[in-house]
Protein backbone atom coordinates (compact mmCIF):
# COMPACT_ATOMS: atom_id res chain seq x y z
CA UNK A 1 0.00 0.00 0.00
CA UNK A 2 0.95 3.83 -0.79
CA UNK A 3 2.59 4.89 2.23
CA UNK A 4 4.39 8.17 4.32
CA UNK A 5 6.82 7.27 6.68
CA UNK A 6 8.23 9.54 8.89
CA UNK A 7 10.97 7.64 10.81
CA UNK A 8 11.55 10.43 14.19
CA UNK A 9 8.76 10.34 16.47
CA UNK A 10 10.49 13.18 18.27
CA UNK A 11 13.42 15.33 17.41
CA UNK A 12 14.82 18.13 20.00
CA UNK A 13 17.14 20.98 18.92
CA UNK A 14 18.78 24.03 20.49
CA UNK A 15 17.45 27.52 19.79
CA UNK A 16 19.77 28.47 16.48
CA UNK A 17 20.47 25.15 15.34
CA UNK A 18 19.22 23.56 11.82
CA UNK A 19 17.12 21.60 11.80
CA UNK A 20 15.97 18.35 9.44
CA UNK A 21 13.00 16.40 9.61
CA UNK A 22 12.52 13.28 7.53
CA UNK A 23 9.98 11.91 5.40
CA UNK A 24 10.22 8.80 2.94
CA UNK A 25 7.09 7.96 0.20
CA UNK A 26 6.38 4.53 -0.98
CA UNK A 27 4.37 5.41 -4.16
CA UNK A 28 4.95 3.99 -7.76
CA UNK A 29 4.08 7.31 -9.93
CA UNK A 30 4.73 10.87 -8.89
CA UNK A 31 3.97 11.77 -5.73
CA UNK A 32 2.22 14.63 -4.66
CA UNK A 33 4.30 15.58 -1.18
CA UNK A 34 2.96 17.87 1.74
CA UNK A 35 4.20 19.27 5.03
CA UNK A 36 2.09 20.17 7.59
CA UNK A 37 2.64 21.36 10.76
CA UNK A 38 0.50 21.55 13.90
CA UNK A 39 0.86 23.49 17.38
CA UNK A 40 -1.05 21.74 20.09
CA UNK A 41 -5.07 21.78 20.02
CA UNK A 42 -4.70 23.58 16.81
CA UNK A 43 -5.47 22.52 12.76
CA UNK A 44 -2.81 21.99 10.38
CA UNK A 45 -0.86 24.65 8.49
CA UNK A 46 0.58 24.04 5.11
CA UNK A 47 4.08 25.11 5.23
CA UNK A 48 4.67 23.83 1.88
CA UNK A 49 3.92 21.46 -0.97
CA UNK A 50 5.97 19.65 -4.27
CA UNK A 51 4.03 18.82 -7.46
CA UNK A 52 6.07 18.43 -10.13
CA UNK A 53 9.33 20.61 -10.84
CA UNK A 54 12.01 22.20 -9.04
CA UNK A 55 12.93 19.79 -6.73
CA UNK A 56 13.77 22.04 -4.15
CA UNK A 57 10.58 24.18 -3.10
CA UNK A 58 10.26 26.91 -0.41
CA UNK A 59 7.97 27.13 2.41
CA UNK A 60 6.91 29.79 4.67
CA UNK A 61 8.22 30.41 7.94
CA UNK A 62 11.74 30.22 6.55
CA UNK A 63 11.16 26.08 5.98
CA UNK A 64 12.25 23.98 2.55
CA UNK A 65 12.27 20.52 1.29
CA UNK A 66 13.67 18.86 -0.85
CA UNK A 67 12.24 16.22 -3.35
CA UNK A 68 14.91 13.40 -3.66
CA UNK A 69 13.03 10.76 -6.25
CA UNK A 70 16.11 8.42 -5.75
CA UNK A 71 15.93 8.17 -1.99
CA UNK A 72 11.89 8.77 -1.88
CA UNK A 73 12.27 11.65 0.42
CA UNK A 74 10.92 14.17 0.57
CA UNK A 75 13.09 15.82 3.81
CA UNK A 76 11.98 19.35 5.62
CA UNK A 77 14.79 21.70 6.31
CA UNK A 78 15.42 24.86 8.18
CA UNK A 79 18.52 26.94 9.10
CA UNK A 80 18.00 28.21 12.23
CA UNK A 81 14.78 27.23 14.20
CA UNK A 82 13.18 29.45 16.86
CA UNK A 83 11.50 28.85 20.20
CA UNK A 84 8.29 29.07 18.18
CA UNK A 85 9.16 26.54 15.80
CA UNK A 86 7.94 24.15 18.60
CA UNK A 87 4.88 22.02 17.33
CA UNK A 88 4.09 18.78 15.55
CA UNK A 89 4.93 18.41 11.62
CA UNK A 90 3.34 16.04 9.18
CA UNK A 91 4.41 15.12 5.91
CA UNK A 92 1.40 13.84 3.66
CA UNK A 93 0.70 12.72 0.39
CA UNK A 94 -2.19 11.70 -1.83
CA UNK A 95 -3.41 8.64 -2.86
CA UNK A 96 -5.25 8.96 -5.73
CA UNK A 97 -7.26 11.91 -6.32
CA UNK A 98 -8.56 12.87 -3.36
CA UNK A 99 -7.29 11.05 -0.22
CA UNK A 100 -4.62 13.02 1.39
CA UNK A 101 -2.63 10.65 3.72
CA UNK A 102 -0.36 11.21 6.96
CA UNK A 103 2.86 9.93 7.87
CA UNK A 104 2.80 9.44 12.25
CA UNK A 105 4.40 12.75 12.47
CA UNK A 106 7.70 14.37 14.55
CA UNK A 107 7.16 16.37 17.59
CA UNK A 108 9.90 19.47 17.61
CA UNK A 109 10.90 20.85 20.96
CA UNK A 110 13.04 23.68 20.90
CA UNK A 111 15.89 23.76 23.91
CA UNK A 112 16.68 27.23 25.06
CA UNK B 1 -10.04 34.78 2.54
CA UNK B 2 -8.22 31.39 3.23
CA UNK B 3 -10.21 30.56 6.40
CA UNK B 4 -11.81 27.70 6.94
CA UNK B 5 -14.33 27.93 10.10
CA UNK B 6 -15.47 25.07 12.23
CA UNK B 7 -18.40 25.47 15.11
CA UNK B 8 -18.01 24.47 18.15
CA UNK B 9 -14.75 24.69 19.57
CA UNK B 10 -15.25 22.16 22.13
CA UNK B 11 -18.48 19.55 22.64
CA UNK B 12 -19.27 17.88 25.12
CA UNK B 13 -21.60 15.11 24.92
CA UNK B 14 -23.78 12.10 26.53
CA UNK B 15 -23.82 8.74 24.61
CA UNK B 16 -27.63 9.25 23.82
CA UNK B 17 -27.29 12.82 22.84
CA UNK B 18 -27.50 13.64 19.21
CA UNK B 19 -25.46 17.03 17.97
CA UNK B 20 -23.94 18.43 15.02
CA UNK B 21 -20.83 19.72 13.88
CA UNK B 22 -20.26 22.45 11.17
CA UNK B 23 -18.14 23.52 9.21
CA UNK B 24 -17.76 26.51 6.29
CA UNK B 25 -15.71 27.99 3.61
CA UNK B 26 -15.94 30.81 1.40
CA UNK B 27 -12.85 30.11 -0.82
CA UNK B 28 -15.23 28.45 -3.83
CA UNK B 29 -13.58 25.13 -3.39
CA UNK B 30 -15.54 22.10 -4.35
CA UNK B 31 -13.94 19.48 -2.58
CA UNK B 32 -14.47 18.97 1.71
CA UNK B 33 -13.12 16.61 4.26
CA UNK B 34 -13.78 15.34 7.59
CA UNK B 35 -10.80 14.02 9.60
CA UNK B 36 -10.83 12.44 12.82
CA UNK B 37 -7.28 12.68 14.99
CA UNK B 38 -6.80 11.12 18.64
CA UNK B 39 -4.13 12.28 20.70
CA UNK B 40 -0.47 12.26 19.52
CA UNK B 41 -1.76 10.55 16.35
CA UNK B 42 -1.82 11.65 12.49
CA UNK B 43 -5.69 12.79 11.27
CA UNK B 44 -7.12 9.65 9.07
CA UNK B 45 -9.59 10.25 6.46
CA UNK B 46 -13.17 10.32 7.75
CA UNK B 47 -15.47 11.58 4.37
CA UNK B 48 -14.61 13.20 1.27
CA UNK B 49 -17.32 15.20 -0.82
CA UNK B 50 -16.49 16.09 -4.31
CA UNK B 51 -18.89 18.84 -5.89
CA UNK B 52 -21.57 18.40 -2.81
CA UNK B 53 -21.27 14.46 -3.41
CA UNK B 54 -19.65 11.87 -0.97
CA UNK B 55 -17.20 10.29 -2.94
CA UNK B 56 -15.25 8.81 0.21
CA UNK B 57 -16.22 7.57 3.43
CA UNK B 58 -13.54 5.78 5.05
CA UNK B 59 -15.80 2.64 6.00
CA UNK B 60 -17.03 4.92 9.30
CA UNK B 61 -19.73 3.35 11.35
CA UNK B 62 -22.74 4.91 10.97
CA UNK B 63 -23.34 6.80 13.89
CA UNK B 64 -21.41 9.82 12.05
CA UNK B 65 -23.27 10.80 9.14
CA UNK B 66 -22.26 13.68 7.04
CA UNK B 67 -23.97 16.37 5.24
CA UNK B 68 -23.02 18.77 2.83
CA UNK B 69 -26.02 20.78 2.03
CA UNK B 70 -24.41 23.47 -0.22
CA UNK B 71 -21.19 23.54 -1.60
CA UNK B 72 -19.44 25.94 1.24
CA UNK B 73 -21.05 24.18 3.82
CA UNK B 74 -20.15 20.92 5.44
CA UNK B 75 -21.98 19.44 8.36
CA UNK B 76 -20.72 16.15 10.69
CA UNK B 77 -23.97 14.85 12.88
CA UNK B 78 -23.18 12.61 15.56
CA UNK B 79 -25.88 10.22 17.26
CA UNK B 80 -25.42 7.59 19.91
CA UNK B 81 -21.52 8.11 20.04
CA UNK B 82 -18.71 5.81 22.25
CA UNK B 83 -16.04 7.44 24.57
CA UNK B 84 -13.56 5.96 22.56
CA UNK B 85 -15.30 8.25 19.75
CA UNK B 86 -13.84 11.63 22.04
CA UNK B 87 -11.18 13.41 19.24
CA UNK B 88 -10.05 16.23 17.43
CA UNK B 89 -12.51 16.72 14.28
CA UNK B 90 -10.70 18.74 11.48
CA UNK B 91 -12.41 19.74 8.34
CA UNK B 92 -10.24 20.58 5.58
CA UNK B 93 -11.36 22.05 2.04
CA UNK B 94 -9.41 21.54 -1.10
CA UNK B 95 -10.05 23.07 -4.91
CA UNK B 96 -11.13 19.30 -5.70
CA UNK B 97 -10.76 17.29 -8.85
CA UNK B 98 -11.15 13.88 -10.41
CA UNK B 99 -7.44 13.57 -11.33
CA UNK B 100 -4.00 13.14 -9.28
CA UNK B 101 -2.58 16.68 -8.36
CA UNK B 102 -6.27 18.55 -9.42
CA UNK B 103 -7.11 18.72 -5.63
CA UNK B 104 -4.37 20.80 -4.60
CA UNK B 105 -3.57 21.57 -1.16
CA UNK B 106 -5.72 21.40 1.69
CA UNK B 107 -6.94 24.07 4.02
CA UNK B 108 -7.79 22.70 7.80
CA UNK B 109 -10.08 24.82 9.96
CA UNK B 110 -8.80 24.76 13.87
CA UNK B 111 -11.17 21.70 14.76
CA UNK B 112 -13.72 20.52 17.33
CA UNK B 113 -12.73 19.02 20.27
CA UNK B 114 -15.16 16.41 21.08
CA UNK B 115 -15.26 14.80 24.31
CA UNK B 116 -18.40 11.58 24.64
CA UNK B 117 -18.87 10.99 28.17
Known amino acids: AQSVTQPDIHITVSEGASLELRCNYSYGATPYLFWYVQSPGQGLQLLLKYFSGDTLVQGIKGFEAEFKRSQSSFNLRKPSVHWSDAAEYFC??????????FGQGTRLTINP | DTEVTQTPKHLVMGMTNKKSLKCEQHMGHRAMYWYKQKAKKPPELMFV???????INESVPSRFSPECPNSSLLNLHLHALQPEDSALYLC????????????????FGEGSRLTVL
Open chain 2, 92 to 107: ASSQGGRLAGEAGELF
Open chain 2, 49 to 55: YSYEKLS
Open chain 1, 92 to 101: AAFQGAQKLV
